[in-house]
């Protein structure tokens, strides 16, 4: 695990986009699992602006980890967000993004998504293998929409699940644990107070640790780093 702690959101975001450029370059094709959330919201204005012209969009297929259940013109639609912050800003062709159809019944579209990741994707030992998921942390210590309730969605037989909001009840499609540790990197971004408790107890192993998704993420690939604020990184010693 790497920690690489920044002033605020927006060098969070300048330093984690030159990570990505440098993960890309080079590379003919690379597959991606985003994040929503407002911190991957300043990422994407920051690729967008300064690595537009820059990366060859063409060779990145974008999936999501999770996505909630609701159409794609909804506000609250993770695939909305990208559209509006990054992909409206850069030329990526169509065939290359890999929505969650959130419009959909949840249980066959977390099954359909699972297909399209074992179809597009390497598998190791029967998983699919991104070369990046990034991920967000939620106050509770949920990642990705694994939450602490429905913990045990972690190590479901199924690569993709569907997941429920502990207090709106809203569903959400979201890939599983398995999924996440086999890929080939896996960044956090976490910013902002709220988060500081959690960080702490999760970096720091404290007890109980292990009740927190976001205490699950270890891949196998050993290629872990953690990209946070100094709010968000304010209670490690």
């Not at 890939?175 to 999760?202: D, M, P, R, S, Y």
Request: proline share 5%.
């Amino acid at each position: 695990m790497e920690l690489k702690i920044y002033k605020d959101k927006q060098e969070v975001a300048e330093q984690f986009s030159t990570y990505f450029a440098e993960l890309v370059r080079d590379k003919k094709e690379v597959h991606v699992a985003l994040s929503g959330g407002s911190t991957p919201k300043i990422v994407f204005e920051v690729l967008a602006s300064d690595y537009g012209d820059k990366i060859d969009w063409s060779n990145i297929h974008f999936y999501w980890g999770d996505e909630r259940c609701v159409p794609p013109t909804d506000d609250q639609s993770n695939y909305k967000m990208t559209v509006e912050h990054l992909f409206s800003k850069i030329k990526v062709p169509q065939e290359n993004i890999h929505r969650v159809l959130g419009e959909n019944d949840p249980t066959p579209e977390a099954m359909r998504y699972a297909n399209l990741l074992e179809i597009n994707l390497d598998r190791v030992e029967g998983v699919p293998q991104f070369d990046l998921v990034i991920l967000g942390m939620g106050d509770d210590g949920h990642t990705a929409s694994i939450f602490p309730h429905e913990i045990e969605l972690w190590d479901a037989e199924d690569h993709c699940v569907v997941a429920t909001h502990p207090d709106s009840g809203q569903q959400r499609v979201s890939i599983n644990g398995k999924v996440i540790n086999t890929a080939k990197e896996v960044a956090f971004l976490v910013t902002g107070q709220g988060k500081a408790e959690k960080v702490q107890t999760i970096i720091g192993e404290s007890e109980g640790f292990k009740a927190y998704p976001a205490a699950l993420v270890n891949p196998i690939s050993g290629s872990l780093t953690w990209f946070l604020d100094n709010e968000a990184a304010s209670l490690i010693s």
